[in-house]
Nanobody
Framework: QVQLVESGGGLVQAGGSLRLSCAAS????????MRWFRQAPGKEREFVAA????????VYSNSVKGRFTISRDNAKNTVFLQMNVLKPEDTAVYYC???????????WGQGTQVTVSS
């Protein structure tokens, strides 16, 4: 079992920055692909960014590319999402996702609210 706890959300003005963290329990963190998703009110959950187990592969959605940076610290079982030049349309609950193929494992955090005011 893996538990994920997100933190770092809050209220920020457009153009500002926030850094989200997701701390994971368990010994398999360093083998897992970690991803960030977000869900705005009335919308489906959407992919934001992903990082491979060793940080060697990064993937971003087009909507955040160039503004957000995903990173991880395997020694601390933590994944980060640095969000810069925030826009009102970035307002959403942000979720951390743990994904491992062997054995198949998929876990979600409880989410952290990010609100960007115009």
């Amino acid at each position: 079992q893996v538990q994920l706890v997100e933190s770092g959300g809050g209220l920020v003005q457009a153009g500002g920055s926030l850094r989200l963290s997701c701390a994971a329990s368990g010994r398999t963190f360093s083998s897992a692909t970690m991803r960030w998703f977000r869900q705005a009110p009335g919308k489906e959950r959407e992919f934001v960014a992903a990082i491979s187990w060793n940080g060697g592969r990064l993937v971003y959605s087009n909507s955040v590319k160039g503004r957000f940076t995903i990173s991880r610290d395997n020694a601390k079982n933590t994944v980060f999402l640095q969000m810069n030049v925030l826009k009102p349309e970035d307002t959403a609950v942000y979720y951390c996702n743990f994904n491992l193929q062997a054995p198949p494992s998929d876990y979600w955090g409880q989410g952290t609210q990010v609100t960007v005011s115009s």
